[in-house]
């Protein structure tokens, strides 16, 4: 009656182990490391970079704990943190600029733990240290620019198709106004903006003597536009917060119109809050091929010129004097030329950009023209194309020998550059470092010792089963960790808490059984049968108490945010977690222990 | 050795007018604290910064009070937290000032005044954010409470439903009630705890309602009184036991678990001492009111015996 098949066994067997392997890696702590990442889209990390870094590190006789190579980074681990600060300088210093060299902390656990996918829980901020931003992106500002955009496009549409109009101006409440003097010519520019503008919905409007064409944009391009502002904002953020130095930084969309920021081990709040302030901007300025480069190589260089250096290592000329900024720019994206098919990249530009474009262009056919991105002060040519035609209709396709990585890479930098809508800060949430230690240390006690109490009070009340219900309890404990730790979750203070809690409640299932079985004994049922009898009634008992705290887990978990997400997510793990161990693994003890007596006199409970 | 062997049946229905009038007046006396002194909300739905300094000294706290003033803060509140050595400072929503930047501003204020001061937290959350945080927190409340009684309604039947959900916005209300009354910080993490609560507490009637269905197939000739007194009294003994457990680790948090983790302490102690008399002496009298009867569980049998009657 109270045998387990082997199979039943054998699932609880794995179980365990598996909970031990995946737990164990929260119990090896961290060791130092460097974190080395692209500061650039346009810089890559890769195998050669790995060699690079071993190399500098071994001339300098500087001993590491291992090197890995992920898609992104390369983490060197060392085995103190002086070691980790020298090597860290080194490195900045040795690979310059391009590269992000950032003290981080990885898990020491064993290669062999980390190559199954066992990776130790991550630390929420309150756990660590470091700081939290909740931005918010002011939608209406990224429709009033997009609006601005269009109010351009449609004078130099009108403009090309020599349609006149009386004028054309973006009202208060986002639609555009543009007045004609008779009613043919507006129905000239109706249908040439219908067939040009497919994103504007456009109205033939009459009033104080004038013939209007009122435009708004239609809910998908409206949609469209705003969800393009968020994409190019976080972009942004992404590539300012690279200049911190930050290992491992989150920055990721919350809802339609927030971002969240998180820069664990982050010190100096202010510092932070100034880089992702900051504006990078684009610039679009003349090649000056006329002088000589070689001479502006040893010091000469021309006036009204600076030198730099193409992202093919070659120098050049560049004028001082601007022809466009990035603000006119609208979009970036990479593609394909139809003639060659070779990568190239579209870029977009607004009704004003469009034209100085085609002025510039036009009158400078043969030169080449250089892309130059500006951040922190420096600038940095990213592409430098010849001029072969007059481009008009702001539509530039820039070309020359690029792999379709790189085509993409640069269309991101040329949408990388500025923000799409301003940002507010609109949550903030700092914690020390120090802090975020005694966070744990505390959450970590208040852990253990209730565990004992409850473990000492179950053995008191219940005897053997009591101890049944301690190692059930532990079990609990292990698939837990086990779980959030595969799921990579992040563990927070309430998180802690909620382990805590799940903890107390867990021991339910288990009083719930050992209650029926010492109510079934004093029924004068045999002691076989009272065990397999508590364990099938208190099943149906467990499931609904369980359920009901489940709901209330989900819709925390649904409606929270931030912390209480955390809590909820342990919360509805646990109870899970709990009922397979109150319920199949004591049971499966239970029968290991006494299953095989046929006949059994008396039972410890 | 065994607890709570209880032996006879305690008549907990014969008590039941009693102890709903002492729910009723604590019930009345908690609504009563939260319309008059109202939750005192903390940062996370009021919107605002908080502020917590450490000094390797005791804090200075009137001394932090002018060093605010001095800089146009003049409705800053300084209290000491948890030790001497920690002071909190709380500031409402600025429209006028950059959030992001008066916490920046604050500090560097209080470090002139002693550089030893060290910045452990601070959290600012917008008036916007705060308000929906609110709104949320309300709906999860709602939601949680319809997804339970749709639950118990199906499982169980309307009745249980209702007279557990009745039963648990009392623990609820008691729970804000005290949060009021001493005006201890409501924040996020104690709204977790609450509605955790609420999970936790419809547990315990659970419990008890599964035992009187239970009884009511087995107890054929026992009137609904007595049903219901025998499942309290036969569960009496799980429910001290898991509430203890549950106690014990709420307590390692009370004291151990630090400030963060104390208010949300409280509210899981307050809760489980309510839940217990909630579910066993409110939850019970209700469903004995609103009617419960054998015939509500045993139909199928009953259903017989009539198709039987009606066949010629």
Known sequence: ?605 | MEFFNIKRDIPFMSYARVTTMISLVTFILAVAALSIKHLNLGVDFTGGTVMEINYPHPAEVPKVRDTLTQIGLHDAAVQTFGTSHDILVRLPVKPELSSAKLSEKVFQALSASDSSAKLQRVEFVGPQVGKELYENGALALLVVCLGIMAYLAIRFEWRFAVAAIIANMHDIVIILGCFAFFQWEFSLTVLAGVLAILGYSVNESVVVFDRIRENFRKMRKASVPEIIDNAITRTMSRTIITHSMTQLMVLAMLFLGGEALHYFALALTIGIIFGIYSSVLVASPIVLWLGVSREQFIKPEKKEGEEAEALP
């Open chain 1, 1 to 605: 009656m109270n045998r387990y098949p082997l199979w039943k066994n054998i699932v609880v067997a794995v179980a365990l182990l598996l909970g031990l392997l995946y737990t164990l890696p929260n119990f090896f702590g961290e060791m130092p490391a460097v974190q080395v990442s692209s500061a650039r889209a346009t810089v890559k990390v890769d195998q050669s970079t790995l060699q690079q870094v071993e190399e500098t590190l071994s001339q300098n006789q500087i001993s590491t704990r291992g090197v890995t190579l992920d898609t992104a980074s390369i983490k060197v681990r060392f085995a103190d943190t002086d070691t980790q600060l020298k090597a860290k300088d080194l490195l900045q210093n040795k690979l310059g600029n391009g590269y992000v060299v950032a003290l981080n902390l990885i898990s020491s656990s064993p290669r062999w733990l980390t190559s199954m996918g066992a990776l130790p829980m991550y630390l929420g901020l309150d756990l660590r240290g470091g700081v939290h931003f909740l931005l918010q992106v002011d939608m209406k500002a990224a429709l009033v620019k997009t609006m601005d955009r269009y109010t351009g496009d449609i004078r130099s549409a009108l403009r090309e198709k020599k349609i006149p109009y009386a004028g054309v101006s973006r009202l208060a409440d986002q639609t555009i106004e543009v007045k004609f003097r008779d009613a043919v010519t507006r129905g000239q520019a109706m249908n040439e903006l219908l067939k040009s503008m497919p994103d504007l919905l456009l109205k033939e409007t009459e009033g104080g003597g004038d013939f209007k064409i009122s435009a708004s944009m239609n809910p998908q391009a409206q949609k469209k536009s705003q969800e393009f502002a968020l994409q190019q904002n976080i972009t942004t953020l992404r590539n300012r917060v690279n200049e911190l130095g930050v290992a491992e930084p989150i920055i990721q969309q919350q809802g339609a119109d927030r971002v969240v920021v998180q820069l664990p081990g982050v010190q100096d709040t202010a510092k932070a809050k100034e880089i992702l302030g900051r504006t990078a901007t684009l610039e679009i300025r003349m090649v000056d091929d006329e002088h000589d480069i070689n001479a502006a190589l040893h010091g000469e260089i021309p006036f009204g010129d600076e030198l730099y250096t193409e992202r093919k290592g070659s120098p050049l000329l560049v004028k001082k004097q601007v022809v466009l900024t990035g603000e006119y720019i609208s979009d970036a994206a990479p593609g394909f030329d139809n003639q060659t098919s070779e990568p190239v990249v579209h870029i977009s530009l607004d009704g004003r950009g469009a034209r100085i474009f085609r002025d510039t262009t036009r009158d400078n056919v043969g030169k080449r023209m250089a892309i130059l991105l500006i951040e922190k002060g420096q600038a940095e040519v990213i592409t430098a194309p010849v001029i072969r035609e007059e481009i008009g209709g702001g539509r530039v396709q820039i070309s020359g020998s690029m792999t379709t990585q790189e085509a993409n890479d640069v269309a991101l930098l040329l949408r990388a550059g500025a923000l799409a809508a301003p940002m507010e800060i609109i949550e903030e949430r700092t914690v020390g470092p120090s802090m975020g230690a005694e966070n744990i240390a505390k959450g970590f006690n208040s852990n253990i010792y209730g565990f004992i109490a409850i473990s000492l009070f179950m053995m008191m009340n219940y005897r053997f089963f009591g101890l049944i219900s301690t190692l059930a309890l532990s079990a609990n404990v292990l698939f837990l960790v086990a779980v959030l730790s595969i799921l990579q979750a992040t563990l927070t203070l309430p998180g802690m808490a909620a382990i805590a809690l799940t903890v107390g409640m867990a021991i339910d299932s288990n009083v719930l059984i050992n209650e029926r079985i010492r109510e079934e004994l004093r029924n004068g049922i045999s002691p076989q049968a009272a065990i397999n009898a508590g364990y099938e009634r208190a099943f149906g008992t467990i499931l609904d108490s369980n359920i009901t705290t489940f709901i209330a887990g989900t819709a925390l978990f649904w409606l929270g945010s931030g912390p209480v997400r955390g809590f909820a997510v342990v919360l509805c793990l646990g109870i899970l977690t709990s009922i397979f161990s109150a319920v199949v693994v004591s049971r499966s003890l239970v029968n290991l222990t006494y299953g095989r007596k046929a006949r059994l006199e008396k039972v410890s409970i």
